[in-house]
Structures are given as structure tokens and as C-alpha cells.
């Protein structure tokens, strides 16, 4: 399978300070990736994470009147996370 080439023709000026920079720059050189690409890869995840995060879900009206139904009923108690939670964990606050 070949593998095609963007061309990358678009530019993008940031200003950051030298310690936010330096940061990126070290998690970039550890990935084994440049500067650019590392910036590139973390911007376009979160972009899309936030598109996706606003994406409307629409399903047919028997979905939605099941959900409807399922959510309209009283809540039931689940005994092993009740218990869970009150246990003393090291790791719960």
C-alpha cells in the first residue's frame, strides 16, 4: 500500500513563552518527533476530541423512546459499587 503526502502548504505563527516552549520540546524530542509534527499531532487530537464532543447523535424514535423509558425509571441501588465506594481505599480521597 503506497503512502501519499499531504502537501503541507498552510502556516501557523504561535507566541509562547520560553518555559511552555521548552516543555513541548522535550516531550517532542522524547516521542522522536519534531517540534512541528509533535504540534501538529497534539492540536489536531484535541480539535477533533472537542468536534466530537459537540457531534449530534440522532437516532429513530424507537431508540429514543426506549432511553426515554429507561431513564424515567427510579434509579436502583447497584450493592457492589455502593460498597466499593464505601470502602477505605488508599486511592479514593
Do not use: C, H, Y
Not at 501557523?12 to 499531532?41: C, Q
Not at 487530537?45 to 427510579?74: H, M, N, S
Amino acid at each position: 500500500m503506497a503512502v501519499v503526502a499531504l502537501r503541507k502548504s498552510e502556516t501557523i505563527n504561535l507566541r509562547i513563552d520560553a518555559g511552555t516552549r521548552e516543555v513541548i520540546a522535550r516531550a517532542a524530542e522524547i516521542s522522536g518527533k519534531s517540534l512541528t509534527a509533535f504540534m501538529t499531532e497534539a492540536a489536531f487530537a484535541t480539535a477533533q476530541k472537542e468536534l466530537l464532543d459537540q457531534r449530534f447523535i440522532g437516532v429513530d424514535a424507537t431508540v429514543f423512546d426506549a432511553v426515554e423509558d429507561l431513564l424515567g425509571e427510579p434509579a436502583q441501588v447497584n450493592e457492589k459499587l455502593s460498597a466499593l465506594l464505601k470502602s477505605n481505599r488508599e486511592w479514593l480521597d
